[in-house]
């Protein structure tokens, strides 16, 4: 039995991101965004329309499965929301320590900044709480005999 000590690998901390891939990110992070806003609206857009075009008033267990998966798809939405905002903000806030300032760059990092992201989450839960609502209280006209 051998009581040599063994080395230890030295760990080594990841160079540090260029300029470059953090304006590549930062797009992509902002491409992020625009998807899943894009989704959520059809996706409201769609619920709305199921419940708008309603021939009859939907049932207990149908309204119940529905604002079910509603909601699940909501949490999921604004947790990816909320966490593409939190990337992008560390990501724009990078670029500016590492780029430095001049007007074309404040201009690109502005266009960049989501620093009122918090009022779009906000609008998302009114807009969910709204078609919960639209499940639970919408009654179609029956028209006809």
């Given at each position: 039995?051998?009581?040599?000590?063994?080395?230890t690998?030295?760990?080594?901390?990841?160079?540090?991101?260029?300029?470059?891939?953090?304006?590549?990110?930062?797009?992509?992070?902002?491409?992020?965004?625009n998807?899943?806003?894009?989704?959520?609206v059809?996706?409201?857009?769609?619920?709305?329309?199921?419940?708008?075009?309603?021939?009859?008033?939907w049932?207990?267990?149908?309204?119940?499965?529905?604002?079910?998966?509603?909601?699940?798809?909501?949490?999921?939405?604004?947790?990816?929301?909320?966490?593409?905002?939190?990337a992008?903000?560390?990501?724009?806030?990078?670029?500016?320590?590492?780029?430095?300032?001049?007007p074309?760059?404040?201009?690109?990092?502005?266009?960049?900044s989501?620093?009122?992201?918090?009022?779009?989450?906000?609008?998302?839960?009114?807009?969910?709480?709204?078609?919960?609502?639209?499940?639970?209280?919408?009654?179609?006209a029956?028209?006809?005999?």
């Amino acid at each position: 039995m051998d009581n040599e000590q063994q080395p230890t690998p030295e760990t080594t901390s990841p160079p540090p991101a260029t300029i470059d891939q953090l304006l590549n990110a930062a797009y992509k992070l902002n491409d992020w965004l625009n998807f899943y806003w894009n989704f959520y609206v059809v996706f409201v857009g769609v619920v709305f329309g199921w419940i708008f075009s309603a021939k009859s008033p939907w049932q207990f267990k149908q309204q119940f499965v529905v604002t079910t998966f509603f909601i699940g798809f909501a949490a999921v939405s604004i947790g990816a929301l909320a966490r593409t905002y939190f990337a992008l903000n560390r990501t724009s806030t990078s670029l500016r320590e590492k780029w430095g300032h001049d007007p074309f760059k404040d201009a690109l990092l502005s266009k960049l900044s989501q620093g009122l992201w918090r009022i779009g989450i906000v609008i998302h839960l009114i807009a969910d709480a709204t078609v919960i609502y639209c499940i639970w209280t919408f009654k179609p006209a029956v028209t006809g005999p």
